[in-house]
């Protein structure tokens, strides 16, 4: 059974980095995507990092902020996110992408990420 | 970017009603897309992908078609746990977006 699991809420004052992590149980050889939900809104798509860990790419509103890693060892992936402002606090997701097809077949329970001063 | 219109963004419902959901991409995706539920405080739960095809343990009431540009999300005979938030995912040509959702309340 594939689970992802992701690390506890945070709260960031302004200008602070955040550092998200999500351990994969289970088939771990995927993709893994960050995507995230501000208070009542819908999904944005933040990027993607490859099963090896050396590739990324992020959406274009994003880059420069956000940086992905992967520890393949202990199946985990970590999203950093830079220079906070009060937009960004949102629940931050994992997902995994789903090899035969692209689209997201499991989700981490969500990350809060406040952002206050 | 592909933009994901869903419609309508709140639809009122009876126990037992057959409810459809429509969603319109800005261009063609082929059969690139997944219907999500999320209930509030949850994890999107994963209903259908490739347009129609159900993922596995969802209730067969829930059914999707469409192709290219315009999808429907059909849940036939509502039950009291479908009351939900569902959204419409694309996942064609390497990009990722999604509806901006439809509450399905009582």
């Known amino acids: 059974q594939v689970q992802l699991v992701q690390s506890g809420t945070e709260v960031k004052k302004p200008g602070a980095s955040v550092k998200v992590s999500c351990k994969a149980s289970?088939?771990?050889?995927?993709?893994i995507h960050w995507v995230r939900q501000a208070p009542g809104q819908g999904f944005e798509w933040m990027g993607w990092?490859?099963?090896?860990?050396?590739?990324?790419n992020s959406a274009q509103k994003f880059q420069g902020r956000v940086t992905m890693t992967r520890d393949t060892s202990i199946s985990a992936v970590y999203m950093e996110f830079k220079r906070l402002t009060f937009d960004d606090t949102a629940v931050y997701y994992c997902?995994?992408?789903?090899?035969?097809?692209?689209?997201?077949?499991?989700w981490g329970q969500g990350t809060l990420v406040t952002v206050s001063s | 970017d592909i933009q994901m219109t869903q419609s309508p963004s709140t639809l009122s419902a009876s126990v037992g009603d057959r409810v459809t959901i429509t969603c319109r991409a800005s261009?063609?995706?082929?059969?690139?897309l997944a219907w999500y539920q999320q209930k509030p405080g949850e994890a999107p739960n994963l209903l259908i992908y490739?347009?129609?095809t159900l993922e596995g343990g969802v209730p067969s009431r829930f059914s999707g078609s469409g192709s290219g540009a315009e999808f429907t999300l059909t849940i036939s005979g509502l039950q009291a746990e479908d009351f939900a938030t569902y959204y419409c995912?694309?996942?064609?040509?390497?990009?990722?977006?999604f509806g901006q959702g439809t509450k399905v309340e009582i």
């Open positions: 997902a995994r992408q789903n090899t035969a097809s692209y689209h997201f077949d499991y």
């Open positions: 995912h694309q996942y064609n040509s390497y990009s990722w977006t």
């Open positions: 289970g088939s771990t050889d995927n993709y």
């Open positions: 261009q063609s995706i082929g059969s690139s």
């Open positions: 990092i490859s099963p090896n860990g050396f590739g990324t």
């Open positions: 490739q347009t129609s």
